[in-house]
């Protein structure tokens, strides 16, 4: 749709944004707000001290309005714009300080876990001991026992 070519019973039914949205469009240029406001006026046939009333609500507007994109005074519309996202990966970062921490505590865990193998070794040696210890005493029942204190 071309917006100088529109009657202006159709424009009337257009907002201010619309109309500047369409000129930027259509124009490929960018534009002050002044000019901007200067050329919706003008096609609306506004009278020129309208422009001082309302140039304080349509630059508002224009900022709120996230069709339009403020670059250096000048509007233009935003689909004009790519926007790069750059993205600071400080997860990496983040990712080899957590794998610093997992060997770090992997080595404590198999401190621990050599600490407690050589406990339970020990542990072994130690019921070695006991069971050959015990295999040189004998089991007495109770009648033997009776006369082993009899014999004291």
Request: hydrophobic share 30%; glycine share 2%; with cysteine.
């Given at each position: 749709?071309?917006?100088?070519?529109?009657?202006?019973e159709?424009?009337?039914?257009?907002?201010?944004?619309?109309?500047a949205?369409?000129?930027?469009?259509?124009?490929?240029?960018?534009?002050?707000?002044?000019?901007?406001?200067?050329?919706?006026?003008?096609?609306?046939?506004?009278?020129?001290?309208?422009?001082?009333?309302?140039?304080?609500?349509?630059?508002?507007?224009l900022?709120?309005?996230?069709?339009?994109?403020?670059?250096?005074?000048?509007?233009?519309?935003?689909?004009?714009?790519?926007?790069?996202?750059?993205?600071?990966?400080?997860?990496?970062?983040?990712?080899?300080?957590?794998e610093?921490?997992?060997?770090?505590?992997?080595?404590?865990?198999?401190?621990?876990?050599?600490?407690?193998?050589?406990?339970?070794?020990?542990?072994?040696?130690?019921?070695?001991?006991?069971?050959?210890?015990?295999?040189?005493?004998?089991?007495?029942?109770?009648?033997?026992?009776?006369?082993?204190?009899?014999?004291?």
């Open positions: 749709m071309n917006i100088r070519k529109m009657s202006s159709e424009l009337e039914k257009l907002s201010h944004l619309d109309i949205y369409n000129i930027i469009k259509e124009e490929k240029k960018v534009l002050s707000t002044l000019e901007l406001l200067k050329d919706v006026c003008s096609l609306l046939n506004y009278e020129e001290n309208i422009v001082e009333d309302l140039i304080g609500d349509f630059y508002t507007s900022n709120l309005d996230k069709r339009f994109i403020l670059i250096d005074g000048k509007w233009d519309i935003t689909e004009n714009h790519s926007v790069k996202i750059i993205i600071e990966d400080d997860l990496d970062d983040d990712i080899d300080t957590y610093e921490m997992d060997e770090e505590d992997d080595e404590e865990e198999q401190t621990y876990e050599d600490e407690a193998v050589l406990e339970d070794t020990e542990t072994l040696e130690d019921i070695d001991d006991i069971d050959d210890e015990m295999e040189d005493l004998t089991i007495l029942n109770e009648e033997e026992l009776e006369e082993d204190e009899e014999n004291l």
